[in-house]
């Protein structure tokens, strides 16, 4: 069977949407079209006014002395009027470039996402916001605990992008830590029943940022958002990823200088230290060096290295448990036989090899 690929295209979070219309103007002449009342709650709920702050129900309530429910039934008689009007009837083709330009960069998309498009200002954003609030076609989906706030302009193909990200998450353990690639490859299996026009990987990238389940660190691997490898909240973090990263042990010096070069976050040496100690992810495995506990590296000095290794293999030669132990540890051959020879701890038998005393 032939592997699916994303496809590539040019970015489509840089390129702001630009309309043949005048967003000003068309938004002037919808709120002429409303009862002068509605034309003030209206101006105050959108921000259209010279104070682009959008007010609450309430605040206008309060401000006008009437209850949040009256204002809510000023604001909708308002709309009402104003999609019964002639120059609504009349802006169609405005309304249809709005719903073009949404549907080019993938019908369903981010609220933040999507103002930050359509205008430069807050004032446009808001004019923006209030021409969506008008016409059927665009729907507003609240947040929840699963998404972000999103507006989409096709209800099948946000459905189904909705279904493929909970079943995507899903599919995920707290341990699975991937590229970008490997991520959307997966992603796109799951977006079978949605058009082939919008898999490409700006919008499927769009379309994860929804998730507020799933997410990514700052060397641009995914996994659940909850993850440890995902959610960085301090140094100790961002050496988890660093170390990882590097593939290898690393002496905390070098962790500390990767956190910088990598993430642009400054970490002193001792912080770094402490930080790795406290940590049950790190083991200390050689003199300031570090590895994590993932890669099989077992806690605690050499001697107790020693006892787990002769515990579970039984009794050994002496360059038996050298060769172990510089597996777990990167100590010198006379550190581990100055360990062995430690009566204390263990016992040469008969035949040369050693056990736990």
Known sequence: ?????????????????????????LAKQFLAAAPERAREVLIRRFGLGTDPERETLEAIGDRSGITRERVRQIEAAGLDAIRASKIFKESGAAFEELAQYIRSIGVLVPEETLFSLLGKDEKTRNRMRFLLMLDSAFMRERETDEFLARWHVDAATAKHVHGA??????????????????????????????????KNEEIMKRWLSLSKNIGKNPLTQWGRASASAIRIKGVRDYAYLAIKRHGKPMHFSEVAKAINTLFSKKAHLATTHNELIKDPRFVLVGRGLYALTEWGYRPGVVHDVIREILTEKGPLKKDEIIQQVKSARFVKDNTILVNINDSRYFKRLKDGRYTVA
């Open 1 to 25: 069977m032939a592997t699916k690929t994303v496809t590539k295209r040019p970015s489509l979070s840089l390129a702001p949407a630009q309309f043949t219309f005048d967003s000003t103007k």
């Open 165 to 198: 990200l909970s079943r995507l998450y899903g599919s995920l353990s707290d341990e699975d830590v991937l590229s970008e690639g490997a991520l959307l490859d997966r992603f796109l299996e799951e977006l079978k029943e949605v058009n082939e026009a919008y």
